[in-house]
């Protein structure tokens, strides 16, 4: 498979590594965990847990969820609350989104070149942010 074509293509535990570049605070922070996409009634339920590693400070864990749907040709991502995030259009190998959170803008790639292995490269501005944050998946 060349790209994944359907929401239950992202089904299963995933290792998840990242790496966030930060402009603003001079430093790389890295992570590293598992993020699980498992089946509920409405599609599909994104779970992380990694370790960051920042420097100067010790190891602290974090988590994350947010609700994936199947839309049309791709899939809305929402967070935890309900708030719509980004959309994800399938059957493409690179596809791009766009997220405004005023005052802070976020632009999303998704590579899936090698897939089922895929990235995910999130740049993010604003007045107060200034980043960018690869993560790589790979199936477990």
């Avoid at 790209?3 to 293509?9: C, E």
């Avoid at 930060?22 to 590293?32: E, F, H, L, N, P």
């Avoid at 965990?33 to 409405?42: I, K, N, S």
């Amino acid at each position: 498979m060349n790209a994944p074509s359907d929401l239950f293509d992202f089904e299963g535990q995933w290792t998840l590594t990242r790496t966030i570049r930060d402009a603003r605070a001079g430093q790389v922070v890295q992570a590293d965990g598992m993020a699980v996409l498992r089946r509920a009634d409405h599609g599909l339920v994104y779970d992380e847990e990694v370790t960051l590693r920042i420097p100067g400070q010790a190891e602290m864990k974090g988590t994350r969820r947010y609700m994936w749907h199947a839309d049309r040709d791709g899939i809305a991502i929402h967070f935890d609350d309900g708030r719509y995030f980004h959309r994800l259009k399938l059957g493409l190998q690179q596809v791009a989104d766009h997220h405004d959170c005023a005052p802070d803008s976020y632009d999303a790639t998704y590579d899936f070149e090698d897939w089922p292995r895929w990235n995910v490269r999130w740049v993010v501005s604003g007045p107060r942010k200034s980043y960018e944050m690869d993560t790589q998946y790979v199936l477990r």
